[in-house]
Each structure stands twice: as C-alpha cells, then as structure tokens.
C-alpha cells in the first residue's frame, strides 16, 4: 500500500469518526441542556469542535485538525469515564447510554487510533539529516 494512500485513508478515517462522534453528541445536547446545561454545552463545543476537525482533515497540511480531534476525542473519552465512574460537578451517569455512549467512544478511540498511525507514518517520512562535522576555521 503506497504512503500516499495510506495517508488519504487515515485522515478519511478520521473524519469519518470525528462526524460520527459529533452527530452522536448534537443528538444528546438538547436533553442535557435542561438536564445539566454545562453539559449540554461542553457537548455542543466538542461537536462543533469536532467539525471543524472533520473537515479540516480535507485540507493539504491537516496537523491543526488531527491536533483538535485527537484533544477534543480525548477529553470526550477522559469525561465519559469520569462521568461514571467518580462523577463531575453535580453529575454522575451510570452505564454506557446505549447507542450514543457506545457508538461515541468507539468513534473516539479510532480517531486516536487513527492519529497515531498517521502520526507514526509522518515520522517515518521525515529525512533524518546527519549531524555536520566541524572543521576548525581556517584548516
């Protein structure tokens, strides 16, 4: 498989979750606005968020939106884990809230997954250049 598709098809993997998991998250905003509006309105920013990184993944140089994907999936893992297990300000979950707690985290830990492929493929890619020996001025 060339780098070049490679490549493509991380960040096409990517995006693909960084949409899933941001359409996962707008469909719960409205109940946890009246619910707990901090939390509708953390869900609202990841998926906005997230967006943004979807459709920056399309671009030439997408280091900016892997960068926010993989920080916004990964606050978004690090909440829901928190969320039910020691709880956050005046909110605490039991379970994984099937379908959307499942079908987020999935999404969520592809991304970073894929990040870290494309990520490790990227230093791969990078010439090493050896180190210039000095010669003493004027020899």
Known sequence: MSSRFAQTSLRGVAALCALL???????IVPEHLKEMPYMGILFLVGSIALLFAASGLALRNPLPAWLLGALV?????LGFTLSRTVGLPDYHEQGWDPPYGILSMIAEVAFIA??????????????????RSKVPAGK
């Open 21 to 27: 998991s941001a359409v996962a998250h707008l469909l």
């Open 73 to 77: 999936s990964g606050g978004m893992i």
């Open 114 to 131: 894929a990040f870290v492929a494309w990520y490790g493929n990227q230093k791969a890619r990078t010439p090493v250049i050896p180190a």
